[in-house]
């Protein structure tokens, strides 16, 4: 008779267990994806300064001042 409520535990800490990995699993996408972001902006923000860069120069060669 006590392998009844042994085997009832043991049968809701495996369901535990499995849920606890597929939390943990959606942690790390979740941990991921603003790693991904974060790379993206970095890209999208060297970019956007070579534009500047370039369009300084551009400027400067046509002797275009910017008033401020």
């Not at 800490?13 to 606890?20: G, I, P, S, V």
């Not at 972001?37 to 060297?46: C, D, K, M, V």
């Amino acid at each position: 008779m006590s392998d009844g409520p042994e085997t009832i535990v043991l049968i809701y800490l495996r369901r535990l267990d499995t849920k606890m990995d597929k939390l943990a699993d959606d942690m790390i996408e979740v941990k991921q994806r603003p790693g991904h972001l974060e790379g993206q902006y970095a890209s999208i923000s060297r970019r956007v300064d070579s534009l500047d860069i370039r369009l300084e120069r551009v400027e400067r060669r046509l002797d275009i001042v910017a008033v401020d």
